[in-house]
């Protein structure tokens, strides 16, 4: 029985078609999951569902009602919720205020029933089985409990569907499986539906009953999640077969060092770190969130100050102290988080690829060459098939994989011989992925040294030649990609060490 019907649905931006005639039911009980690049519409969809947009054409039933919410405070209203991904919670307050937050009644001069407000949070803190202490201030909780505590707001408010947008980005493996766990368990005993969004098509594989295909705005199928493979789904998602075969892969690997660290150690925590990376190898740091992965990027980087050890490229050791300097000597970072650390929001994509590479623009009296910056630019859109109206386009209405191509193209530009990438597909559609990837593996043939930081061990096993596997903050083991599996992997990390 379907609990929402969403038939012809369009909507139309200046000059932009998002959704055209979009027709796909979801059924009561369910986890419906809704995929596509990014572009193809699915969070167009998502608000227009949850009243932030106003459909073109088309109509929503919800629960065999015409229904037209105008805010998503009238959604929820109308028993529909949903968890963003980007958190919308208050971080000052208590985790029982957030959960109860817009359910208070009565007039201006009404006192606060905080008795009331407790319960209800011991009430679906126990449903949700979350270990955490309702008068803590959300601030102080982990992401996974903030996810957690956004679907108890979602239940408190007697929402039936619950939108889960990208729900796993911050979440290690174990708390993933708990949140699993309590989809499952919501969907079995509470009849509650979800709307699942996730790049990350194992674990669309793993959750959902059926599958939804959007490419370009448009409905391309439906499916029972039995009936479809992940490279059917991809197929449908890009319109052409992607490929993540390594065996196509061809490595040009030299004997000699491109960088080579000895006993490194920083003030961030990361301990005696030896490594090493060859000219045209890609190297991958494999651990779980909080190993230390990124602590050792932004170290190598120059972020975090060396506190003792060696640092080799080209087997000269050279001192750092800065990011700045480290450029100097041919270090690039792609860093994970690259919203808050890689861009400025506020400048547009010639200005963040050309950032650091504009003394190399410049003419007489220091005025920048805007010919020579006009015609770069446009050099590296077309290579990198960065989709954008034009170069002077303010990157923050890029989307996330275009955003990252451009942070790859202004270290590519910068000429850089090293390249750290943090999480370099995090959050990113299959089709920008897999172009992505393929400028990883070009700078590894041009004699490059690349290291890659990532959560999705199938990546790493896919780009890398070698990986390092971190644990508190210091490499344990070292494996060549083509010898170890994940199982193997993830024993060493669960090993007890010797005390």
Same mark, same amino acid.
């Given at each position: 029985?379907?609990?929402?019907?969403?038939? =012809? +649905?369009?909507?139309?931006?200046?000059?932009?078609?998002?959704?055209?005639?979009?027709?796909?039911?979801?059924?009561?009980?369910? /986890?419906?999951?809704?995929?596509?690049?990014?572009?193809?519409?699915?969070?167009?969809?998502?608000?227009?569902?949850?009243?932030?947009? #106003?459909?073109?054409?088309?109509? !929503?039933?919800? =629960?065999?009602?015409?229904?037209?919410?105008?805010?998503?405070?009238?959604?929820?209203?109308?028993?529909?919720?949903?968890?963003?991904?980007?958190?919308?919670?208050?971080?000052?307050?208590?985790?029982?205020?957030?959960? %109860?937050?817009?359910?208070?009644?009565?007039?201006?001069?009404?006192? $606060?029933?905080?008795?009331?407000?407790?319960?209800?949070?011991?009430?679906?803190?126990? +449903?949700?089985? !979350?270990?955490?202490?309702?008068?803590?201030?959300?601030?102080?909780?982990?992401?996974?409990?903030?996810?957690?505590?956004?679907?108890?707001?979602?239940?408190?408010?007697? @929402?039936?569907?619950?939108? $889960?947008?990208?729900?796993? %980005? *911050?979440?290690?493996?174990?708390?993933?499986?708990?949140?699993?766990?309590?989809?499952?368990?919501?969907?079995?005993?509470?009849?509650?539906?979800?709307?699942?969004?996730?790049?990350?098509?194992?674990?669309?594989?793993?959750?959902?009953?059926?599958?939804?295909?959007?490419?370009?705005?448009?409905? !391309?199928?439906?499916?029972?999640?039995?009936?479809?493979?992940?490279?059917?789904?991809?197929?449908?998602?890009?319109?052409?077969?992607?490929?993540?075969?390594?065996?196509?892969?061809?490595?040009?690997?030299?004997?000699? #060092?491109?960088?080579?660290?000895?006993?490194?150690? @920083?003030? #961030?925590?990361?301990?005696?770190?030896?490594?090493?990376?060859?000219?045209?190898?890609?190297?991958?740091?494999?651990?779980?969130?909080?190993?230390?992965?990124?602590?050792?990027?932004?170290?190598?980087?120059?972020?975090?100050?060396?506190?003792?050890?060696?640092?080799?490229?080209?087997?000269?050791?050279?001192?750092?102290?800065?990011?700045?300097?480290?450029?100097?000597?041919?270090?690039?970072?792609?860093?994970?988080?690259?919203?808050?650390?890689?861009?400025?929001?506020?400048?547009?994509?010639?200005?963040?690829?050309?950032?650091?590479?504009?003394?190399?623009?410049?003419?007489?009296? #220091?005025?920048?060459?805007?010919?020579?910056?006009?015609?770069?630019?446009?050099?590296?859109? =077309?290579?990198?098939? +960065?989709?954008?109206?034009?170069?002077?386009?303010?990157?923050?209405?890029?989307?996330?994989? =275009?955003?990252?191509?451009?942070?790859?193209?202004?270290?590519?530009?910068?000429? @850089?011989?090293?390249?750290?990438?943090?999480?370099? %597909?995090?959050?990113?559609?299959?089709?920008?992925?897999?172009?992505?990837?393929?400028?990883?593996?070009?700078?590894?043939?041009?004699?490059?040294?690349?290291?890659?930081?990532?959560?999705?061990?199938?990546?790493?096993?896919?780009? /890398?030649?070698?990986?390092?596997?971190?644990?508190?903050?210091?490499?344990? *083991?070292?494996?060549?990609?083509?010898?170890?599996?994940?199982? /193997?992997?993830?024993?060493?990390?669960?090993?007890?060490?010797?005390?």
């Amino acid at each position: 029985m379907s609990i929402l019907e969403l038939k =012809n +649905i369009s909507k139309v931006f200046p000059g932009v078609q998002a959704l055209e005639d979009v027709t796909i039911n979801i059924e009561k009980g369910e /986890t419906h999951s809704i995929v596509g690049e990014n572009g193809a519409g699915k969070s167009t969809l998502m608000n227009i569902i949850m009243g932030v947009y #106003n459909l073109s054409k088309g109509e !929503i039933k919800f =629960n065999n009602k015409n229904i037209r919410p105008n805010n998503p405070r009238e959604a929820q209203n109308l028993g529909i919720g949903i968890v963003p991904q980007e958190l919308n919670l208050i971080p000052n307050l208590s985790v029982a205020e957030n959960m %109860t937050l817009g359910t208070e009644h009565g007039g201006f001069f009404k006192r $606060l029933n905080w008795k009331e407000k407790y319960n209800i949070a011991e009430k679906y803190i126990d +449903i949700l089985e !979350i270990d955490v202490d309702i008068k803590k201030k959300i601030k102080n909780i982990s992401p996974a409990q903030q996810q957690l505590i956004q679907i108890a707001r979602s239940l408190v408010l007697d @929402c039936q569907i619950v939108i $889960l947008d990208e729900p796993t %980005t *911050a979440l290690t493996m174990d708390e993933i499986n708990i949140l699993f766990n309590i989809i499952k368990k919501l969907k079995e005993e509470e009849n509650k539906t979800f709307i699942f969004i996730s790049h990350k098509l194992e674990e669309v594989f793993e959750i959902s009953d059926r599958i939804s295909v959007l490419r370009d705005g448009k409905h !391309i199928i439906t499916k029972n999640i039995e009936q479809i493979s992940k490279s059917e789904v991809v197929k449908y998602m890009v319109g052409r077969e992607v490929r993540f075969d390594k065996e196509s892969i061809n490595y040009s690997i030299k004997d000699e #060092n491109i960088l080579e660290v000895k006993n490194f150690t @920083c003030e #961030n925590g990361i301990k005696n770190v030896d490594l090493n990376v060859k000219k045209g190898e890609i190297v991958g740091l494999a651990g779980l969130v909080g190993a230390g992965r990124s602590e050792l990027a932004k170290g190598l980087f120059g972020v975090s100050k060396k506190t003792t050890g060696n640092i080799l490229i080209n087997n000269e050791k050279i001192e750092y102290n800065t990011p700045n300097e480290a450029i100097k000597l041919g270090l690039g970072l792609i860093p994970e988080e690259r919203i808050k650390e890689g861009l400025l929001r506020g400048l547009s994509v010639k200005q963040n690829l050309t950032l650091p590479i504009l003394d190399k623009l410049v003419y007489k009296l #220091n005025f920048i060459d805007r010919k020579k910056e006009d015609s770069l630019v446009e050099n590296y859109i =077309n290579k990198f098939n +960065i989709k954008t109206p034009d170069k002077e386009q303010k990157i923050a209405f890029l989307s996330g994989g =275009n955003q990252q191509k451009v942070v790859l193209a202004r270290w590519i530009a910068k000429k @850089c011989d090293i390249i750290i990438f943090d999480e370099p %597909t995090k959050g990113i559609d299959i089709g920008a992925k897999s172009e992505i990837h393929n400028i990883i593996i070009e700078l590894a043939n041009e004699g490059k040294g690349v290291i890659i930081i990532s959560s999705e061990f199938p990546e790493l096993f896919y780009l /890398t030649n070698r990986m390092y596997i971190l644990k508190n903050k210091k490499i344990i *083991a070292e494996y060549n990609s083509q010898e170890v599996n994940q199982e /193997t992997i993830l024993n060493k990390i669960l090993e007890k060490e010797d005390i």
